[in-house]
């Protein structure tokens, strides 16, 4: 089976880096991504790890360990519109195709 | 182009009453996906389609039916509603499984 584990609820000021982490158990590991979703919205895609290693893209950041069956998300100079929910995920590739299975989120709380 | 739509946006059904939530992408991707978020409990699959015509289901299926009779459309069928298929809905689409476009949801009640 797929167990992911993130933490429930991080908060931080503008202008913070805040670190998301997530740890998995997967029965076959192919990679990470991670979503944000805001309040009310649908979630959207950041980043996807399919190898070791750093993956920037503004001011956010993936990093993916195998060896630790770790990774996380860090989100830079913080502004308040990163208020919203962040999700890690793993794709599952069977005989019937490929779906993504998510942790339960990480509500990120900005403050002035 | 509109990306993922979903219809209806909101919808309220007594316990036992059936309904299709329609899907619609116009990215031509080749997966299609269906899931249910309930506070705590992030995105569950129920049901996904890799192609017209083929279905696959997910973490909770049960309750649930699908069809892909086209590629740019999935629907998601409630036969006989239950309360605890009280939810928000999202479907999504890709190309490949880890980079996925979800649609803006359907907030569902059943009373």
């Known amino acids: 089976g797929q167990s992911l584990e993130q933490p429930s609820e991080v908060t931080a000021v503008e202008g913070a880096i805040v670190q998301i982490n997530c740890t998995y158990q997967?029965?076959?590991?192919?990679?990470l991504s991670w979503y944000q979703q805001h309040d009310g919205g649908a979630p959207t895609f950041l980043s996807y790890?399919?190898?070791?290693g750093l993956e920037e893209t503004g001011r956010f950041s993936s990093f993916l360990s195998r060896s630790d069956s770790y990774g996380y998300l860090l989100l830079q100079e913080l502004q308040m519109k990163d208020s919203a929910s962040y999700f890690c995920?793993?794709?599952?590739?069977?005989?019937?195709?490929?779906?993504?299975?998510f942790g339960k989120g990480t509500t990120l709380s900005v403050s002035s | 182009n509109a990306g993922v739509t979903q219809t209806p946006k909101f919808r309220v059904l007594k316990t036992g009453q059936s309904m299709t939530l329609l899907c619609a992408q116009d990215?031509?991707?080749?997966?299609m996906y269906w899931y249910r978020q309930d506070p705590g409990m992030g995105l569950r699959l129920i049901h996904y389609s890799v192609g017209e015509g083929t279905t696959a289901k997910g973490e909770v299926p049960d309750g649930y039916n699908v069809s892909r009779l086209k590629k740019q459309n999935f629907l998601l069928g409630l036969e006989s509603a239950a309360p605890s298929q009280t939810s928000v809905y999202f479907c999504?689409?890709?190309?490949?499984?880890?980079?996925?476009?979800f649609g803006p949801g359907t907030r569902l009640t059943v009373t």
């Open positions: 790890n399919g190898l070791d």
């Open positions: 997967t029965s076959g590991f192919y990679g």
């Open positions: 995920a793993v794709p599952q590739y069977n005989q019937a195709g490929t779906a993504l299975i």
């Open positions: 990215m031509n991707h080749e997966y």
């Open positions: 999504a689409s890709s190309w490949t499984g880890p980079e996925q476009y």
